[in-house]
Nanobody, 117 residues
Framework: QVQLVESGGDLVQPGGSLRLSCAASGIFFSGATMGWYRQAPGKQRELVASITSLGETDYINSVKGRFTIFRVNAENTVYLQMNSLKPEDTAVYYC???????????WGQGTQVTVSS
């Protein structure tokens, strides 16, 4: 049974930091490309950051320099360190595990991040 369980979402003030975690089970974690997506109310889900099995990372422009994605294969966990948070970062954040160039994938249930004073 495949499970991706996100945690770490919270209410934080602008300028604050959060670290999201996504713990995976039931998959060959070290072979997966892992991604963090987010979906704000009324908007489409968007890819925020990704990391391949080789550790190559990619980010959307709006989070470059503020967010860092990293993985600990020994823990079957991928993290998203979010610094200098802005109100526009408010969204539900989802974790995705992807194999075979996207032909097979799994989603987590999401964790809410709210940036507000």
């Amino acid at each position: 049974q495949v499970q991706l369980v996100e945690s770490g979402g919270d209410l934080v003030q602008p300028g604050g930091s959060l670290r999201l975690s996504c713990a995976a089970s039931g998959i060959f974690f070290s072979g997966a490309t892992m991604g963090w997506y987010r979906q704000a109310p009324g908007k489409q889900r968007e890819l925020v950051a990704s990391i391949t099995s080789l550790g190559e990372t990619d980010y959307i422009n709006s989070v470059k320099g503020r967010f860092t994605i990293f993985r600990v294969n020994a823990e079957n966990t991928v993290y998203l360190q979010m610094n200098s948070l802005k109100p526009e970062d408010t969204a539900v954040y989802y974790c995705k595990a992807e194999f075979s160039s996207g032909s097979r994938y799994y989603w987590g249930q999401g964790t809410q991040v709210t940036v507000s004073s």
